[in-house]
């Protein structure tokens, strides 16, 4: 049964669904990925949400930055902050016309718009000087090592100790600049492609206004702050594990369907949700449930339905 027009909800899109680490990223096959994620999209239009979609940018940001070290010397440097833009818009332009070719297809009228957001940052946080944010390709520990040594790299092993990705500053995300913009359009029933890949992260200078900061921010600390500051009743986190587990990876790692804030904070603390993967997503879910939503749903891509009867994923609730 369908929900009121009224039913808010954030939905953070992984930037590994549109662009896989261990595929070649390219164009071709970040419209392809796209496409096929469209489907969990429209599910929840039809469910008669109004929607602000964020995405992540990690595969993305890392191939734009390697461009231009490649590029070192015959072009101009272009900064960390300014690729996180660039990425905002062409992938907001991917998902923008995927979506309303999926929307045209299904013979449903509603407007899809992207808006290069910028998030508010504390220019003195200090995860600007601790990088732990994977960005770009995955790399055998051989390839990590000559980046580390050649290109001064930060790099970390990304899932086991042969797969390694370079890592970059994540500030915590403070407030969304355009939250104003976003929240009227969503409520008219617009659905807002905003915060993609964290967004910018800027902060206020006393004398200059909004200055931008190199680094990116989780999608998903982004999602939360963004579903706080438009009214959002549900986040929901598509991701590429099906749900959230306890004991990942061992003999007795099980799924949990279903998380009270203060379990989910409890596992957390206890290091069961690593930083460099389910953690973030978490995190989220717990901060924007805390500050006021209903309900977080982190799940897979292709089970959102499932997901959203509470057949499915895991559930995190006051």
């Not at 818009?89 to 309303?100: A, N, P």
């Amino acid at each position: 049964m369908g929900l009121n027009k009224s039913h808010c909800a954030v939905v953070a899109l992984g930037g590994n669904a549109i662009s896989p680490t261990d595929e070649h990223g390219s164009i071709a096959n970040q419209f392809l990925h796209t496409r096929e994620s469209m489907g969990a999209i429209v599910t929840l239009v039809k469910r008669n949400y109004n929607l602000a979609i964020t995405h992540g940018n990690g595969p993305q940001v890392g191939t734009a930055m390697r461009r231009v070290e490649l590029s070192r010397g015959v072009l101009p440097t272009v900064p960390l902050g300014v690729l996180v833009a660039d990425t905002q818009g062409s992938m907001g332009y991917m998902i923008e016309q995927s979506l309303m070719n999926r929307l045209d297809k299904e013979k449903i009228d509603r407007p899809v718009i992207t808006i290069v957001t910028q998030i508010l940052v504390d220019e003195n946080d200090p995860a600007l000087k601790i990088p732990t944010k994977f960005i770009g390709e995955v790399y055998s520990h051989e390839e990590a090592l000559k980046f580390m040594l050649q290109e001064n790299w930060t790099m970390r092993p990304y899932n086991s100790l042969d797969r390694w990705r370079r890592v970059v500053g994540s500030p915590m995300p403070l407030g969304i600049v355009n939250s104003k913009t976003i929240r009227e359009h969503v409520q008219s029933g617009v659905i807002v492609l905003a915060a993609g890949g964290g967004g910018i992260p800027v902060y206020r200078d006393p004398d200059k206004g909004l200055e931008g900061v190199d680094a990116v921010i989780d999608k998903d600390r982004a999602a939360a702050i963004l579903g706080h500051d438009i009214d959002a009743d549900e986040l929901i986190i598509l991701t590429d594990a099906d749900a959230v587990y306890l004991d990942f990876g061992k003999p007795t790692q099980r799924r949990v369907p279903r998380l009270r804030i203060a379990e989910a904070q409890k596992y957390l603390e206890e290091d069961q949700f690593p930083e460099g993967s389910m953690g973030p997503k978490v995190d989220a879910a717990i901060s924007f449930v805390r500050g006021g939503g209903s309900r977080a749903v982190i799940c897979g891509l292709f089970s959102i339905e499932a997901a959203l009867d509470g057949l499915a994923g895991t559930e995190i609730v006051p």
